[in-house]
Each structure stands twice: as structure tokens, then as C-alpha cells.
């Protein structure tokens, strides 16, 4: 069974919300944050270490 990525991400995400109640502007800053991140000159730096 294939299932696309961004399908697993929303439910592991509303999963996650459910069961674990953080607040919305956590969830807000984590994501910008991890957006922002992305783009940035950072981002090869980030890659390197997570891989």
C-alpha cells in the first residue's frame, strides 16, 4: 500500500494533536520555524546532522 507523504504527515500530525494537546501557537512556531529553517543557508547544515 503506497501512501503519499504528505497524507502520513497530516495524520500522524492530527494524531498528535489529539492525543497530546499542545497549544496552537506551539504548533505554529514549530512548523514556521521548521519552514524558515528550510530555506535557509542552514538548511545543508541540518542535513548533514539528521542524516
Same mark, same amino acid.
Given at each position: 500500500?503506497? /501512501?503519499?507523504? &504528505? %497524507?502520513a504527515? =497530516?495524520? /500522524?500530525?492530527? @494524531?498528535?494533536?489529539? @492525543? =497530546?494537546?499542545?497549544? @496552537? &501557537? %506551539? /504548533? !505554529? /512556531?514549530i *512548523? *514556521?520555524?521548521?519552514? %524558515? @529553517? !528550510? #530555506? #535557509?543557508s *542552514? !538548511?545543508? %547544515? =541540518?542535513? #548533514? =546532522?539528521t542524516?
Amino acid at each position: 500500500m503506497d /501512501v503519499p507523504l &504528505w %497524507l502520513a504527515l =497530516i495524520v /500522524v500530525g492530527f @494524531l498528535g494533536y489529539k @492525543l =497530546i494537546r499542545p497549544p @496552537l &501557537w %506551539l /504548533v !505554529a /512556531v514549530i *512548523l *514556521l520555524g521548521g519552514y %524558515l @529553517l !528550510a #530555506s #535557509s543557508s *542552514l !538548511a545543508p %547544515l =541540518i542535513d #548533514s =546532522i539528521t542524516k
